[in-house]
Structures are given as C-alpha cells and as structure tokens.
C-alpha cells in the first residue's frame, strides 16, 4: 500500500478483530473527507488547525507519533460526531473515499466525466494503482456505458 494512503487501514494491520472483537472501524480520513471536502488537505494537523482545535501541546505533540496522533483523531472525531452519526461515519469508512477530480497526471483537476476512457481503462487496469482511484475510474466507465444510446452515438463516452 503507497505510504501516501492514510486512512485506518494502516492501524488495522495491527489492531486486528481478535482484539476488537470485530467491532466496526471509523476512519476518520474517509469521514473528513465527507463531512469537510472543502478543507484545504485531510490530514489530522492540517484539519487540526482549519478546525480551530486548541489541544494541549503536551498531548497533541509532536505530530506524527502514536500518542498525539490519536489524541488530535479523537478530537477530530468528537468534531465530526457533531456533523454525522455513527452509522453514516461506519458505512463511509466501507466505501472507497471520495475522490471529486483526478489528483496526478496529465489529466490532474479533471473531473471523472472529463478523463478521457482510454485513460480510465488503463488506470482501472493497473494492480499497483490506489484501489479507490481503480474503483472511480471503473464507475466512471461503467457510467459512460450506460448513458450510451442503443443506436451507438453517446452522451457520455469519449474517444
């Protein structure tokens, strides 16, 4: 998995349903980006900040360990609580993250209707490819399939 992926899947390779007696997982990363797509980035010190937090330095620092890492989530999932019920927070962590536009390449800041299809073909092919990125670019192409008339021109395939 890239080291850029941050979501509970990280923490899940050690806490495993043996100690948690398989009881859901919130991701915190995934919810955020639900709850505040429009913040500036989706990492606990950026949404830290942009949220206004004041946490006790002593806890909430230095960035990046265990400890303070799980004290800014937990206040950051206090913050989303107030947004969104658990329910809703569970079922998102069980999707693939939201992902508006295309993040790198030649089509970054396109829209998924806006890629062209061969370029969606070839990111949905790739086994190394982020599975989020994979399972949008596959929608996107199941989507352009379906709004095909039956007499072959389209109102959503491209070339």
């Known amino acids: 998995m890239p080291l850029w992926r941050i979501n509970c899947e990280f923490e899940r390779k050690f806490i495993t349903d043996e100690v948690t007696g398989e009881a859901p997982w919130i991701c915190t990363y995934k919810v955020a980006l639900h709850v505040w797509a429009d913040a500036p980035r989706?990492?606990?010190?950026?949404?830290?900040?942009?949220?206004?937090?004041?946490?006790?330095?002593?806890?909430?620092?230095?960035?990046?360990?265990?400890?303070?890492?799980?004290?800014?989530?937990?206040?950051?999932?206090?913050?989303?609580?107030?947004?969104?019920?658990?329910?809703?927070?569970i079922e998102w962590t069980q999707q693939p993250r939201p992902i508006p536009s295309l993040t790198f390449g030649k089509y970054r800041g396109l829209s998924w209707d806006q890629v062209p299809a061969d370029y969606l073909k070839w990111m949905a092919s790739q086994a190394d490819m982020?599975?989020?990125v994979r399972w949008h670019s596959r929608k996107e192409l199941d989507r352009s399939k379906a709004s095909a008339d039956p007499a072959g021109s389209s109102t959503g395939a491209r070339a």
């Open 42 to 89: 989706h990492s606990n010190q950026v949404l830290r900040y942009w949220r206004g937090l004041t946490l006790d330095p002593a806890l909430a620092m230095p960035p990046h360990r265990a400890g303070p890492d799980a004290w800014v989530t937990a206040n950051l999932l206090a913050e989303l609580l107030s947004a969104a019920d658990a329910c809703e927070m």
């Open 130 to 132: 982020d599975v989020d």
